[in-house]
């Protein structure tokens, strides 16, 4: 199995930043799409941002400017630093990794997700 794991959730203020990182580890043979999603209080999943292997960051409007996506391929590791935070974006943050195991086999894995907590 390919596991996910988010980290850097936690508690800032409103105007502050946060990097949060998706560490991918098992057998893997590409990562073709990374994505992160959130969950607010009482909203639905939303997609943040979708990035294709080797093409753009796609944002969406209520993050672009601020939320900014990179990534480490030697460690499997996708980045997403938020700056500018609001009290809005409150939400458990979740990493999508989508690809090919070696002989491949799709994998499509998700984090247990990372909360952060923007106070006004």
């Known amino acids: 199995q390919v596991q996910v794991v988010e980290s850097g959730g936690g508690l800032v203020q409103a105007g502050g930043s946060r990097r949060l990182s998706c560490a991918a580890s098992g057998t893997i043979g590409s990562i073709d799409t990374m994505a992160w999603y959130r969950q607010g209080p009482g909203k639905q999943r939303e997609l943040v941002t979708t990035t294709p292997s080797g093409g753009s960051t796609n944002y969406a409007d209520s993050v672009k400017g601020r939320f900014f996506v990179s990534r480490d391929n030697a460690k499997n590791t996708v980045y997403l630093q938020m700056n500018s935070l609001k009290p809005e974006d409150t939400a458990v943050y979740y990493c999508?990794?989508?690809?090919?195991?070696?002989?491949?086999?799709?994998?499509?894995?998700w984090g247990q997700g990372t909360q952060v907590t923007v106070s006004s």
């Open positions: 999508n990794l989508m690809g090919k195991r070696p002989w491949g086999a799709l994998f499509n894995s």
